[in-house]
């Protein structure tokens, strides 16, 4: 991560572990860091997601999340869910 992107996780504790329920990917403009801030917001969820430690969650839920993107000066708003696959919609 460049010094100008930063990620901030909202994150709650349940019974089988820490869950993620806001992911906040902050880039300075649009294109630094080599990805647009909603696409590396969806990575991120994915990839804080599929961690062997939250195995339990997701066999029993959708583990449903919000992503928060901001681009100075745009900001978008996703969900995610993990299905048989990841999937993230504005």
């Known amino acids: 991560m460049s010094p100008s992107t930063f990620r901030f996780i909202l994150s709650t504790t349940v019974d089988a572990g820490t869950v993620s329920l806001l992911i906040i990917e902050f880039k ?7 990805n647009d801030p909603g696409v590396q917001g969806a990575l991120s969820y994915r990839k804080i997601w599929c961690e062997d ?9 959708c583990c449903p999340s919000f992503i928060l993107s901001i681009a100075d000066p745009y900001i978008v708003v996703q969900g995610g869910v993990l299905t048989d696959s990841f999937i993230v919609q504005l």
């Open 53 to 61: 430690s939250l195995l339990s969650v997701r066999e029993s839920c």
């Open 28 to 34: 300075n403009e649009i294109g630094v860091g080599g």
